[in-house]
């Protein structure tokens, strides 16, 4: 078998994965492994913006209490106040690196700020509504020209490899339980190979398509959480799932975003008649923050059982929303949606992980060796409801500070001699009913939107739980029966993060941002505290 060796390994090819991959690269030879090509990732499909505050009329304070009051309680102030106090030379630096935020027309030089729900100022730096797809052109641009930098395309991580197993296998000294590379399967090779690095950092972000519905590509399957999870990592507040309360209903749309700067603009939600419905949940009506927009659509949607309702913009210009939004004006025009004259038909659809691997701001997790940054990773930024927009800032900035950190710590390559063992393939053969996957896949993903979405109950979530039991059991079977493919491996990706969510909405006996339950409709201060689950007998491979 392949063993690569290098310094560093990243695994993701987002925003996080390609900034911390070229900081690395300034103190060693970095390999970037990525499940399809590198601008398949939510980065690209990110619309609104970085929050960051470059305004003199706007402070830290003001972003720092913005972010603490939609996180319900649950940030960590500290962590908030590092990530936001970074922002503004993390943007000055992907400046240097040819970035052109979107400045305004009037003077052509200061920058054209968005507004976006929660925020008591606009503070959304933004390229037109195309900003992550922007920032990946120019970060693929340098990583594809650094000399250090290699990259696997279409190659998907199996499982982290850990002292402690490869010392179950064979007893050699080493220090401590750390984490020393991975296995993973070459889409396109067909093999299994295994990377030998002396860190790896996990950028793998979310995991939307846990949900039937959702504004995520088709690579967010949760895969660095489960991964984490299986090795053992410790996983925290798995039950914020932010649903984005605005994606396109239609057919054939997929759940296209229609970004909350939409809204930010004066867009309105409103009924088939045209009645605004949020001022009904909350003061600040269309942009009071996600959780209490969301919440109000389904129970709108729920109690008229319409299959939707809409946002209505139609009393800006076609010249204003076109110049402003040009893609989301022209997808809804593809889909017949005119935004200048017609109401825009959306429903809420999972949309970003609040909870994630427990990490500091520097990506350390509580395993020697992996470190995590971005969507993946849980810091106590978000708290229990993310702010719009201050998603890819942390990314930014974290990415950032892992690359750091992992540079001061300066590792050695030669400090843990490991082999690393051929992948084994035991007993398993080539599947002769793939169908099983497919099947799955989508009682997974149906499951969870039905019982573990919007609103939860204790019920839902039992029921959840009991089908989630017998999945995985199915799912794990068929991943020993049969050599694995990146589909089986995405699908018991989807099933184990679908269980950490069930089990932590469970551990969660009260309302508090994104997690709503019917059994416990109010916050409660005695609950007051992270959700943290962790698998002591993890760090096994098969
Ligand atoms: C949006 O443009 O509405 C998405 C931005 C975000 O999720 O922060």
Not at 307 to 330: A, E, G, V, W
Not at 366 to 372: I, K
Not at 421 to 431: F, G, K, L, M, T
Request: charge should be negative; include cysteine.
């Amino acid at each position: 078998m392949n063993c690569i060796e290098t310094d560093f390994a990243v695994v993701g090819s987002g925003l996080a994965g390609l900034l911390s991959a070229l900081h690395l690269a300034e103190h060693g030879r970095v390999l970037v492994v990525t499940k399809r090509e590198l601008a398949d990732c939510n980065t690209a499909w990110a619309q609104g913006g970085v929050a960051c505050v470059v305004d003199p009329e706007d402070s830290f304070d003001a972003h720092v209490a913005d972010t603490l009051d939609a996180g319900g309680g649950l940030c960590d102030a500290q962590v908030v106040r590092d990530i936001i106090a970074a922002g503004p030379a993390r943007i000055r630096e992907l400046e240097q690196f040819g970035l052109r935020f979107m400045r305004s027309a009037d003077d052509g030089e200061s920058y054209d700020l968005g507004k976006e729900g929660g925020h008591s100022h606009r503070r959304v730096l933004h390229c037109d509504d195309m900003t992550g797809r922007e920032i990946e052109r120019v970060l693929i641009e340098r990583v594809m020209a650094h000399p250090n930098i290699t990259v696997r395309v279409h190659c998907i991580v199996i499982d982290l490899i850990t002292t402690s197993w490869l010392t179950q296998r064979e007893p050699v000294a080493v220090e401590a339980n750390r984490c020393v590379g991975f296995y993973a399967r070459d889409a396109v090779a067909g093999g299994i190979f295994a990377v030998n690095a002396s860190c790896t950092v996990l950028a793998t972000g979310g995991g939307g398509k846990v949900y039937l519905y959702t504004s995520n590509p088709d690579v967010a399957t949760g895969d660095g959480v489960a991964i984490a999870w299986r090795a053992g990592v410790p996983i925290r507040n798995m039950e914020f799932i932010q649903f984005h309360p605005t994606t396109l209903y239609h057919p054939v749309a997929k759940s296209f975003l229609i970004s909350e700067a939409v809204r930010g603009e004066g867009g309105v939600i409103v009924d088939a008649d045209g009645t605004p419905i949020a001022e009904k949940y909350d003061e600040r009506g269309s942009l009071a923050p996600r959780d209490i927009v969301a919440r109000a659509i389904d129970s709108e949607m729920k109690a008229g059982g319409a299959p939707c309702m809409y946002l209505d913009i139609r009393h800006k210009s076609f010249q204003f929303i076109s110049r402003r939004f040009p893609n989301i004006y022209t997808i809804c025009l593809k889909f017949g949606i005119d935004m200048a004259r017609d109401l825009v038909p959306i429903v809420p659809s999972a949309h970003y992980f609040c909870g994630g691997i427990e990490a500091g701001t520097d990506g350390s997790t509580a395993l020697p060796g992996l470190f995590a940054c971005g969507e993946v990773a849980c810091t106590g930024l978000h708290g229990a409801n993310r702010l719009a927009s201050n998603s890819l800032l942390e990314a930014l900035v974290c990415s950032h500070a892992t690359a750091s950190a992992i540079a001061a710590a300066s590792p050695g390559r030669d400090k843990d001699p490991v082999r690393i063992p051929d992948w084994e393939v035991h007993a398993a053969v080539p599947s002769d009913e793939i169908v099983v996957i497919e099947h799955n896949w989508n009682e997974v993903r149906t499951c969870m939107w039905d019982y573990v979405g919007i609103v939860r109950s204790n019920k839902r979530l039992e029921r959840a739980a009991r089908r989630l039991h017998n999945l995985r059991a199915e799912i794990r079977q068929y991943y020993l029966d049969y050599l694995v493919t990146p589909d089986i491996l995405e699908l018991r990706n989807i099933a184990d993060v679908a269980d950490l969510i069930i089990r932590s909405a469970m551990m969660r006996r009260e309302s508090r941002g994104l997690h709503y339950t019917l059994d416990h409709p109010s916050a409660d201060e005695s609950c007051l505290r992270d959700t943290t689950i962790r698998d002591p007998a993890g760090g096994q491979i098969r």
